[in-house]
Nanobody, 121 residues
Framework: QVQLVQSGGGLVQAGGSLRLSCAAS????????MGWFRQAPGKEREFVAT????????AYADSVKGRFTISRDNAKNTLYLQMNSLKPEDTAIYYC??????????????WGQGTQVTVSS
């Protein structure tokens, strides 16, 4: 059974930083791309970042480009999202996902439980 267990997140002031982690088990982590998505209250889930299996290729939503960094450690079966210069509009529940290298959530077949990120102004 595939499991993606998220950690990190919390409350931070605008301009601050947080790091999210996503530990994978139950499938060969290094064979799959990984992604981060987020969903704010009253809004649809949106793409944040994706990384291919080898960590050679990454892609970001325009809204986070230059502030967020996605990375992975295949030896530790763990995905990361380093979030810097956080803004109140980054407030959302963040989800990690395993699947294809894509901006589309329907191409990911396993999801983490979600973690709340709240940025105060």
């Amino acid at each position: 059974q595939v499991q993606l267990v998220q950690s990190g997140g919390g409350l931070v002031q605008a301009g601050g930083s947080l790091r999210l982690s996503c530990a994978a088990s139950g499938r060969t982590f290094s064979r799959y791309a990984m992604g981060w998505f987020r969903q704010a209250p009253g809004k649809e889930r949106e793409f944040v970042a994706t990384i291919d299996w080898s960590a050679v290729s990454t892609a970001y939503a325009d809204s986070v480009k230059g502030r967020f960094t996605i990375s992975r450690d295949n030896a530790k079966n763990t995905l990361y999202l380093q979030m810097n210069s956080l803004k109140p509009e980054d407030t959302a529940i963040y989800y990690c996902a395993s699947g294809a290298y894509s901006r589309n959530d329907y191409t990911y077949d396993y999801w983490g439980q979600g973690t709340q990120v709240t940025v105060s102004s």
